[in-house]
Structure formats: C-alpha cells, structure tokens
C-alpha cells in the first residue's frame, strides 16, 4: 500500500485531490464546536485545501503525509515562509499555521501529539484496505485526549465492488471501528456520485473518556 501511493504522487495520479475544501467539511464542522486555537490533527493528508480552511478558521493544523512530494506541492502552492526541522524520524515542514510531518502515520506517537484537541479524516481510513482500518482507527484513539472532536468523511459504493483505494467503508464497519473509543454520530449522506456510485458520508466522533 505505502509504495502505491508513494507512486501516485511521483506519477501525479491524484483525482482524488479537490481544488476547494471539501464542502462536508465547511458544512459540518462549525457544529463540532471545536475552540479556536485548537490544533487539529489530519492523518494522511496529501496536500489537501480542507488544511487550509481549518487554518483559516484558528485552528493550528498538524498533518502527517508519507509521500514528500505531496508536501512538497503544499508548500509550492502555498503563501509565506517555509521552515523545515526533523524530529522523532519525521521531516517536518511549516507554513504559517500548518505543519506537515513527512512520515509514517502509524509511526506517529502521543509524545508528538501533546497539543492535539480534534482530527479531521477526509480521505485516511478510506485509502486503507480492511486489515489495515482497524490499527488506524485504534492508533487515533491513542493520539487524541478524552474529549477530542472530530470530523469523519467515509466513502460507500455498491455491495461486490471491493475494489480501491478509495474503498468502500460502510456505516456499520465505522461504527464498529470507532465506537470502542469514540461516541459516533452520522450527521449526513451524500447522494451516489455519478461515475463512481460512491456515496459519502460524514460523522461526528468524540473521544471517550475512561469511565464512559
């Protein structure tokens, strides 16, 4: 999986890359209630613009992306100064807001994420086939504090059609991933795309705390 995403950077075979944020994201997010100031997490995160919008609504933005180029094109695309440090094996990049770690997500530990207070997935749990989704979804229980909100974005398409990345994620396998750890909230499906049959669908998640 890591190498063929790594390729569909080098090879810019990314049309899952939208040129504005996402408009799940601009719709649903203000109801979390997220203070501002608080620092969002994005897991696997391209070099998506939803980055951008949280940062422009006073969210520090921390994401972490394995494939360079795609930080790279970020920062190119984007305004104002660029700084570059490494730390605990990442190569990190910061503009303005938003900080890009280059690196393994699943490599990605709590010490690093001691001011996280919420999380965005877009397109994280749905580039993972299913003996993968299950790790992610317990590793972003660890990073994130009792309490932590965010936002889910989850794709699904026609029973049979198991192909992808993107996969096909059903709301009962989200709810069986997350709600372990998290309270889990449907707040709205899309209708089917045409082409792709994909139907997206967007959730509220709340990390629990542990007496709940």
């Known amino acids: 999986m890591a190498n063929e995403w790594l390729d569909r950077w080098r090879e810019g075979r990314i049309g899952f890359h939208l040129e504005r944020p996402h408009p799940m994201l601009v719709a649903h997010w203000p109801g979390l209630e997220v203070r501002p100031g608080t620092k969002v997490l994005v897991p696997l995160c391209g070099k998506s613009l939803d980055m951008r919008w949280l940062a422009g609504h006073d969210h520090p933005v921390l994401g972490i992306e394995l494939a360079p180029e795609a930080i790279e094109q970020f920062v190119a695309e984007g305004q104002g100064v660029v700084t570059r ?106 209708e089917p795309e045409a082409g792709s049959g994909f139907r997206e669908s967007v959730w509220a998640l709340v990390r629990r705390g542990p007496l709940e």
């Open 85 to 190: 440090y490494h730390q605990a094996g990442f190569q990190i990049c910061r503009q303005a807001n938003v900080e890009l770690w280059q690196g393994d997500f699943f490599h990605f530990h709590i010490e690093q994420a001691a001011e996280i207070g919420a999380f965005y997935d877009r397109a994280s749990l749905i580039a993972l086939p299913p003996a993968t989704r299950q790790r992610y979804a317990f590793h972003l229980a660890q990073l994130v504090p009792p309490g932590s909100r965010g936002l889910l974005i989850s794709l699904e398409r026609e029973p049979g059609d198991e192909g992808g990345p993107p996969f096909s994620v059903p709301p009962d396998e989200v709810r069986e991933l997350f709600a372990p750890n998290f309270r889990v909230t449907l707040l709205a499906q899309g």
